[in-house]
């Protein structure tokens, strides 16, 4: 639960809402791909550049999205459509 002003949308309301979100190892999905890159790293065979994040592994991440209405301080409604995770699974 959180409120709508601190999700970074820049919407001024004091209205609390629900937002789901992914989380969760995805190691046991791990393909020949994330097995080769996570190797070639640890030998340090490669290396990635100063503004790179390199994973060996899938990342949980929403797979389906759903929409969140609320209410500003203008008294009117507003819906900001794929903001909560609706479903989650193991992406890469």
């Given amino acids: 639960m959180v409120k709508v002003r601190d999700l970074g949308l820049g919407f001024n309301s004091d209205e609390i809402v629900l937002f ?3 989380s969760g190892s995805c190691h046991r999905a791990r393909s ?7 190797s070639l790293l640890q030998q340090q065979l490669i290396s990635p550049g100063p503004q790179e994040r390199v994973l060996s592994h899938p990342c949980c991440r929403p797979t ?6 609320f209410m500003d301080v203008q008294n009117t409604w507003q ?4 903001l909560s995770a609706a479903e989650c699974s193991c992406i890469g």
């Fill in 32 to 38: 020949n791909y994330d097995l080769t890159l996570g």
């Fill in 79 to 82: 819906t900001v459509e794929k």
């Fill in 64 to 69: 389906r999205y759903e929409a969140v209405s």
């Fill in 20 to 22: 789901k979100y992914c």
